[in-house]
T-cell receptor, first 111, second 115 residues
Framework: EDQVTQSPEALRLQEGESSSLNCSYTVSGLRGLFWYRQDPGKGPEFLFT???AGEEKEKERLKATLTKKESFLHITAPKPEDSATYLC????????????FGKGTKLSVKP | KAGVTQTPRYLIKTRGQQVTLSCSPISGHRSVSWYQQTPGQGLQFLFEYFSETQRNKGNFPGRFSGRQFSNSRSEMNVSTLELGDSALYLCASSSDGQGGGSPLHFGNGTRLTVT
C-alpha cells in the first residue's frame, strides 16, 4: 500500500538546537517528494520538491534530502518563527494534483 | 501574483443541509485540487480538475462533488451534510498539465462546521 509516514509526531527544540524530521515513503514509481510548512489556521506553504536519491535543497535554516526510501528535513539553529507543522507528500495515481500526505511533524521552538 | 483564494473562510451548517465552497486558483494555473483536512486523518485528497474535466477522484462518497469552470475557478459541493464532514477544506492549484512536477499551491481553506 502506498503511504507516507512522518516521525516524530511532535518535536520541541530550544532556539539554536538543530534537529531532523523524517519522512519515509512506500510510493511506487516516485515522481517527486514534496515538503510543506503549515501554520495554524492556514493552508500548507510549499517548501521543496526532491526528485531523485541524493538530491538536496536548502532554504534559510532548512535543508531537505532524499534517499530511495526516505527524506529528511534538517533544521539548523532553529528560531521560534520556525515553529509550525511540517508535512511531506508524494504524488499518487498518475497526476501531480493527487498527493498522499504524511500526518506531519509539529515543531515547537522555544526561545 | 495573487495566491489561491477560497471563500468563504468559515461556514456553519446543520446536518442534512448542503454547502458549496469556492476556489480561485493562481492566475494561469489550470489544475485545481481539493483536500479535506481533519485532526485524525490529516490531509486527504478529494478530487482534481484540469481544463474543466475531473482527472482524479479520492475515496470519498458521492455526496462530495466538484466542478471547474472555463476560467479555472472551481467549486466543490457537499450534499446531505454529516457531523463527520466538519473539517478544513483546502483548495490547491498548479500550473502542470500531467505529472510535470510543479508543486501545489494551497489556499487558506474553508473551515466547515456541521452541527
Amino acid at each position: 500500500e502506498d503511504q507516507v509516514t512522518q516521525s516524530p509526531e511532535a518535536l520541541r527544540l530550544q532556539e539554536g538546537e538543530s534537529s531532523s524530521l523524517n519522512c519515509s515513503y512506500t510510493v511506487s514509481g516516485l515522481r517527486g517528494l514534496f515538503w510543506y510548512r503549515q501554520d495554524p489556521g492556514k493552508g500548507p506553504e510549499f517548501l521543496f520538491t526532491l526528485y531523485s536519491a541524493g538530491e538536496e535543497k536548502e532554504k534559510e535554516r532548512l535543508k531537505a534530502t532524499l534517499t530511495k526510501k526516505e527524506s529528511f528535513l534538517h533544521i539548523t539553529a532553529p528560531k521560534p518563527e520556525d515553529s509550525a507543522t511540517y508535512l511531506c507528500a508524494a504524488p499518487y495515481g498518475g497526476s501531480q494534483g493527487n498527493l498522499i500526505f504524511g500526518k506531519g511533524t509539529k515543531l515547537s521552538v522555544k526561545p | 501574483k495573487a495566491g489561491v483564494t477560497q471563500t468563504p473562510r468559515y461556514l456553519i451548517k446543520t446536518r442534512g443541509q448542503q454547502v458549496t465552497l469556492s476556489c480561485s486558483p493562481i492566475s494561469g494555473h489550470r489544475s485545481v485540487s481539493w483536500y479535506q483536512q481533519t485532526p485524525g486523518q490529516g490531509l486527504q485528497f478529494l478530487f482534481e480538475y484540469f481544463s474543466e474535466t475531473q482527472r482524479n477522484k479520492g475515496n470519498f462518497p458521492g455526496r462530495f462533488s466538484g466542478r471547474q469552470f472555463s476560467n479555472s475557478r472551481s467549486e466543490m459541493n457537499v450534499s446531505t451534510l454529516e457531523l463527520g464532514d466538519s473539517a478544513l477544506y483546502l483548495c490547491a492549484s498548479s500550473s502542470d498539465g500531467q505529472g510535470g512536477g510543479s508543486p501545489l499551491h494551497f489556499g487558506n481553506g474553508t473551515r466547515l462546521t456541521v452541527t
